[in-house]
């Protein structure tokens, strides 16, 4: 499994988070809010179609809506290999902060 970068880290966590609801339109927004990261759309599916590549993520065809003229459009998913990688990220990410805390605590008054 190779390292994830931080977008692609984002992207992952963010589609976990939707489960579901979790194509294009609402990752950029969940993104944005949860985040605070405005996506282009070029870069939000030039990352998606990378981690699909990696066999990180999947999609499948959904019904389209009268608001997108019955467009489908592509509902996303972790693959069992990509809710690895994310765990496995959060394991080097915590034993990198242990004993952090200290230097990091936020100023208080």
Do not use: C
């Amino acid at each position: 499994m190779g390292h994830l970068g931080e977008f692609e880290h984002l992207l992952l966590l963010t589609i976990v988070r939707l489960g579901d609801d979790a194509v294009g339109v609402n990752i950029t927004r969940e993104l944005e809010k949860v985040a605070g990261r405005r996506v282009s759309r070029g870069a939000l599916y030039a990352t998606l179609d990378r981690l699909e590549v990696k066999g990180l993520v999947r999609w499948k065809p959904r019904a389209g809506t009268p608001e997108r003229d019955g467009i489908p459009r592509r509902a996303y998913t972790a693959t069992p290999t990509g809710a690895a990688a994310l765990r496995a990220s959060r394991k080097v990410l915590q034993r990198l902060w242990r004993g952090l805390d200290q230097l990091f605590k936020e100023p208080t008054g």
